[in-house]
């Protein structure tokens, strides 16, 4: 007998697997007897224990049964065959309908291509050492309640230093039991349409829209209707006449990824519609701090008492994705079976986390660091713009980049995004076609260009080659 002679597993791991194989292949026949340990150690020069610790692991898992004052034998089990079938479900794909769907509009994201990526903060500019000790410090000294389970929505310090910031800053109306920490904003999504709706639903979504959130809606079962955004935002007067929907789905701040902010009138008829169809509005507030020209917009939620909105917020944008911190401010009616929900269905946990957030913000570093970003994000855009100036120039249209951390690119056609994708994948430089964005027809197309996540040295660079593709791709000027 031999054992595979690798060093990095235990002596005692690599006899279970010699023999477990062995009972697997059937080299080892249903009711044979077993080298005793005394035996096995005697021959493979392994020291008793080791082989009785490979035994024992065989007996508990039940390939080997016990019989006194005979020693150990294979079991013989009555689907032993099946040991040696491939399993269809795990060799084969076999998605359900939804999990196709759902699989059709994930799209990888990630990866190493930072110019263009949308929706990625600057992670350079991070302050990785600052955030790093108060970490530390609240994981040193987390009492034991944190290491439990928890159902009170999110840490209290963390509830009450967010409803601060977000009454001053955004005008939103909450106490702080109203906000329930989420891990994330798509979290947020997928709980609201899992405690509102049944499967079927209807949902309105802009058209185009946010992905992430068509697919949480399309997660649970909802069926969306694209409401078409114009250049003032979502124009309910133009959604379909059908059966009212749950949920309204709207980034009204700024729209993504049209970048347009809904205007007053359209804010009070979105209102009032959902008001009179008994829906839902989910208001996205994902990026409103990155306004370049004027101060921050009141949300929705805050324009009227006791609106028909839940406002969803996360710090993917404003700190880091990976954090997965967001959370949602609910009206009274609905905190207590969200955040019980909540508890039992996506269990809460990271209070360390939550704690260190809490003292980020009461101590000014939050309020400090969303300055930087903006001042940052304002100079990446403009270097971005820069580069862009010989495609302008030959009548390049650019959307007006007084907000958020992306500008738009008109396009003419579909075949042209296609086109410029296809050469920046070359160039390892990432496109995001405005085309992905539609649920149905694309009415238009475009690029939606990051700029936030690169340094502007890289803007620069990826831009002057998109600049140079968009002019090669129009073909000799025409004038
Ligand atoms: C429109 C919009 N909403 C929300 C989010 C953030 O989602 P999360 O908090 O799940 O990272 C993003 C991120 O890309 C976004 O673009």
């Keep these: 007998m031999r054992l595979a002679a690798r060093c990095e597993q235990g002596l005692s791991q690599r006899l279970y697997v010699a023999l477990r194989g062995w009972i697997e292949s059937g080299e080892l026949a249903a009711g044979e007897a077993l080298p005793s340990s005394r035996q096995l150690s005697h021959e493979l020069s392994i020291a008793r224990n080791t082989a009785l610790a490979a035994l024992d692991r065989l007996a508990a898992e039940g390939f080997v049964v016990t019989r006194p004052g005979a020693g150990l034998f294979v079991a013989r089990l009555a689907l032993a065959g099946a040991i040696h079938q491939a399993p269809i479900a795990s060799q084969e794909r076999q998605l359900s309908r939804r999990g196709e769907d759902l699989l059709a509009d994930s799209a990888l994201s990630g990866g190493h291509h930072r110019a263009f990526a949308p ?6 500019l991070f302050p990785r050492e600052q955030w790093q000790r108060l970490l530390r ?20 310090a963390l509830k009450t230093a967010l409803c601060d910031y977000l009454r001053l800053s955004r005008s939103v109306r909450c106490t702080p039991q ?30 185009p829209g946010y992905v992430g959130a068509q697919v949480a809606l399309k997660a649970a079962g909802l069926s969306l209707t694209p409401v078409p955004v114009d250049a003032e935002g979502i124009n309910i007067d133009r959604a379909p006449k059908g059966a009212p929907p749950k949920l309204i789905y709207v980034t009204p701040s700024h729209q993504y990824p049209q970048g347009v902010t809904l205007g007053l009138s359209r804010r009070l008829a979105l209102l009032e519609a959902a008001r009179a169809q ?37 710090f993917s944008k404003v700190l880091y994705p990976g954090l997965r911190l967001g959370y949602l401010v609910l009206p009274e009616a609905l905190v207590e079976p969200f955040q019980r929900v909540n508890a039992r269905v996506n269990r809460e946990g990271q209070y360390a986390v939550q704690a260190a957030l809490a003292e980020f913000i009461e101590q000014g570093h939050f309020s400090r660091h969303v300055a930087r970003m903006r001042r940052a994000y304002r100079s990446r855009q403009a270097a971005l713009r820069h580069a862009l100036v010989p495609a302008v120039d030959q009548g390049l249209m650019l959307s007006e980049g007084h907000a958020g ?23 390892g430089i990432l496109l995001s076609p405005l085309s992905r964005y539609f649920t149905g027809p694309p009415t238009r197309a475009g690029l939606v260009l990051g700029y936030a996540g690169s340094p502007e040295i890289e803007i620069q660079r990826a831009g002057g080659w998109l600049s140079q593709a968009w002019i090669d791709s129009i073909g000799p000027a025409s004038g």
């Design 119 to 124: 929706g990625v903060p600057a992670l350079d």
């Design 137 to 156: 410090r609240h994981q040193q000294r987390a009492p034991e309640a944190w290491l439990a389970y928890q159902s009170s929505g999110g840490m209290t």
């Design 178 to 207: 109203q906000i329930l920490i989420t891990q994330g904003a798509q979290q947020g999504f997928e709980l609201i349409a899992r405690m509102l709706t049944d499967p079927g639903d209807d949902a309105w979504i802009e058209e």
């Design 278 to 314: 008994g829906a839902w509005i989910i208001e996205d507030d994902y990026d409103s701090e990155f306004r370049y020209s004027s101060p921050p917009l009141a949300s929705l939620q805050g324009l009227v008492d006791q609106a028909p909105v839940i406002y969803v917020g996360t």
């Design 405 to 427: 951390m992306h500008l738009l690119a008109g396009l003419e056609n579909v075949a042209c995004e296609q086109a410029l994708v296809e050469a920046g994948r070359a160039r």
